[in-house]
């Protein structure tokens, strides 16, 4: 099976070559054919207007004398037509058919005649070459039709001034795409001068230097650029100072139960397992390894979060209850041993909603535990499934102490505990791994006080779909 073609991004002179001098010399080309036009209807137009004004003399100088038709032709008026740099020039002066006067083979572009004043252009053939012929109508006394003034030219003259409009305009366009060919990349390498000063910025730095870059000499379309790397460093500052943060307090945490079991295995070296002191040292060693492990698991579920919060979570349908129940059996020993009366109140009525099982499993599972570790012995802790509009409530409530509403909201920072606590086992991260879950699951988790039970009411609300 062939690899598939990987496709190879275009470099930014390219990019500029295909953007600007390709659409540019494709311009120059439009405005050649364009400015060629315009050219040879310029020539052709001013050189019909002197042909036109030799035709007009030539009529003005016709009378009639005594019935006799006379042609007074002045020198001037074929002079500014003929000389040595312009073509030859003819004439002829015509009634109906019968040529009065001038060449009498010059051809007739106007067999049929024309009126008073009236004017025609065209082109012949005439002794092996190409003439322009202007044909004018002018009625004379005595005379029933108008007569029809004929003056022709060679063309020879306005072609060579159209070619010479044309090879300098063609020259001129030329001369503007290679400046234009030449000058672009010259003018790229020092508009690009800005992005190489800080990539030589960034070069230089340290690798731990997150202090955004300098906006004040960046030119206006970069800063764009800038303030959003700028933001992605700070997002990336951020983000370290939280893994220092939760380094740090993960070791201070960890380090107690380590120093518990290095102490106590000393004891146990020089002891007697019959001795009382052995026995205290071995229940302070499980003791000290069961908050190790909580605190373990507790680390792995919350950097488990932090992954799932990174990615787009698929969301699907699952049974709120069903899971419910499940989640509040795997707790029910834990509960007995705490003398906590752990139940769930509800039938087996499916309840469905939209979130993701394992991960919504682990966040009531943080709750249910949080509910049996601080409350006293012989609490209450009930688990329910209520509907509200669109939204499936899952409600944990006990007549435990609670959380004064002024810290609710601080109890969700990492490893933060109540000052009442402090004799109990725990380290702080249940209630933050629980709304960091929420999140990730699509649903919300607030504290409220129980009014039924009168301590901590937990309630995570999912988006409810139809069953």
């Not at 659409?23 to 400015?35: I, K, M, N, R």
């Not at 302070?284 to 792995?300: F, M, N």
Request: hydrophobic share 50%; aromatic share 4%.
């Amino acid at each position: 099976m062939k690899a598939p073609l990987r496709r190879v991004p275009w470099s930014l002179t390219g990019r500029l070559w295909v953007g600007i001098v390709l659409p540019l010399s494709v311009l120059a080309v439009a405005l050649g054919l364009g400015g060629a036009l315009m050219i040879r209807t310029s020539v052709e137009t001013v050189n019909d207007r002197i042909l036109s004004a030799a035709s007009r003399a030539i009529a003005d100088s016709l009378s009639i004398d005594e019935g006799h038709l006379e042609l007074n032709l002045s020198p001037g008026i074929f002079g500014m037509l003929e000389d040595n740099a312009r073509d030859s020039v003819f004439y002829a002066v015509r009634r109906d058919a019968t040529v009065l006067t001038g060449y009498a083979d010059l051809p007739d572009i106007v067999p049929q005649g024309l009126g008073d004043l009236q004017m025609r252009f065209g082109t012949a053939h005439y002794h092996g070459r190409d003439i322009r012929i202007v044909a004018e109508g002018r009625r004379m006394p005595g005379i029933a039709r108008p007569l029809v003034i004929e003056v022709a030219e060679t063309m020879k003259t306005r072609e060579a001034a159209s070619r010479h409009l044309l090879l300098a305009l063609f020259a001129l366009e030329a001369m503007l795409v290679m400046l234009t060919t030449v000058l672009l990349p010259l003018a790229l390498r020092w508009g690009m001068q800005p992005l190489r000063r800080l990539h030589a910025q960034m070069e230089a730095r340290d690798g731990a230097d997150l202090t955004p870059l300098p906006t004040d000499n960046v030119p206006g379309e970069l800063r764009y650029l800038v303030e959003a790397f700028n933001g992605m460093l700070a997002r990336l500052d951020t983000a370290l100072q939280a893994m220092r943060q939760f380094t740090a307090d993960a070791s201070h945490q960890m380090r107690t139960p380590l120093s518990i079991l290095r102490t106590h295995i000393a004891l146990l070296r020089d002891a007697s397992l019959s001795d009382t002191e052995a026995r205290a040292s071995i229940a302070d060693i499980d003791e000290a390894s069961g908050r190790l492990q909580r605190l373990l698991v507790q680390l792995l579920a919350l950097a488990r979060a932090d992954n799932a919060a990174a990615e787009e979570l698929a969301l699907a349908p699952i049974d709120l209850g069903a899971l419910a129940r499940d989640v509040a059996a795997e707790h029910v020993p834990a509960a007995m041993a705490a003398g906590i009366d752990l139940q769930f109140v509800g039938d087996e009525t499916p309840a469905r909603a939209l979130g993701h099982a394992a991960l919504a499993g682990e966040l009531l599972a943080n709750l249910i535990d949080n509910a049996v570790r601080y409350n006293h012995p012989g609490g209450q802790v009930q688990l329910r499934i209520e509907r509200e509009g669109d939204r499936l409530l899952v409600v944990i409530e006990d007549n435990g102490p609670g959380i004064p509403a002024a810290d609710r909201e601080r109890v969700f920072e990492r490893f933060t505990r109540l000052r009442r606590d402090g004799t109990r086992s725990g380290s702080g991260l249940g209630l933050p791994i629980a709304r960091m879950l929420a999140g990730v699951v699509g649903a919300q988790l607030t504290l409220v006080d129980s009014q039924a039970l009168g301590g901590l009411r937990a309630c995570v609300a999912f988006q409810a779909i139809a069953p």
